[in-house]
């Protein structure tokens, strides 16, 4: 197992349900980011941990969005009281430590998350 | 002024033809580029990157960079249908430190 691995690959959910996505990033990596695909839009940025700090949350939704990254285990989105809107399928990437920008992120499968 | 711009396409060209795919950016501090493919309902692959001005090859792939006019572009050379697919830009750096930030992509069709 090289790659970053998401589970789970799709996920169905009730409006007003919570729904779990897990992203645990490829090895030597420290740094994960999620990002968003709706339905034939572009790929939007959502948030950038590394190990128990949350960098840049500027792409997460105000409300019900959160995001984790803790000591141990795999990198947590969560999304409470799901809408409609949510519909979309969920990528994370990791990357390692370096320095400046330069690290290339890799993908995971992605969650394509259904909310019905 | 969109932050990545990429013509969508649908590009076509013949098999064994060279594409060229381009892309613009609007964030001057922007250090590094990325190119990924990504095919219909499958995830973003890397294929490219490129952090300096000129050009950078790698097997099929050639990345050229422009700084001063904001202006990145990728060409596949001797272009195969399994070429198909939607090519991302995305810059990184700049007054983004750690998100990529992706342009619409260009769907490019390799016909046989």
């Known amino acids: 197992n090289a790659g970053v691995m998401q589970n789970p690959r799709h996920l169905v959910r009730r409006r007003g349900q919570e729904a779990r996505l897990r992203c645990s990033p490829m090895?030597?990596?420290?740094?994960v980011y999620w990002y968003r695909q709706l339905p034939e839009e572009g790929l939007k940025f959502m948030v950038y941990l590394q190990k128990e700090n949350i960098i840049d949350e500027s792409g997460m939704p105000k409300e019900r969005f959160s995001a984790e990254f803790p000591k141990e285990g795999p990198s947590i989105l969560r999304i409470q009281q799901v809408v409609r809107g949510d519909s979309a399928a969920y990528f994370c990437?990791?990357?390692?430590?370096?320095?400046?920008?330069?690290?290339?992120?890799?993908f995971g499968d992605g969650t394509r998350l259904s909310i019905l | 002024q969109k932050e990545v711009e990429q013509n969508s396409g649908p590009l076509s060209v013949p098999e064994g033809a060279i594409a060229s795919l381009n892309c613009t950016y609007s964030?001057?501090?922007?250090?590094?580029f990325f190119w990924y493919r990504q095919y219909s309902g499958k995830s973003p692959e890397l294929i490219m990157f490129i952090y300096s001005n000129g050009d950078k090859e790698d097997g099929r792939f050639t990345a050229q960079l422009n700084k001063a006019s904001q202006y990145v572009s990728l060409l596949i050379r001797d272009s195969q249908p399994s070429d198909s697919a939607t090519y991302l830009c995305a810059p990184k750096g700049g007054t983004s430190y750690g998100k990529l930030t992706f342009g619409q992509g260009t769907i490019l069709t390799v016909h046989p």
């Open positions: 990437a990791s990357s390692r430590a370096g320095q400046g920008s330069n690290q290339p992120q890799h």
């Open positions: 090895k030597g990596h420290s740094h």
């Open positions: 964030d001057r501090g922007s250090q590094s």
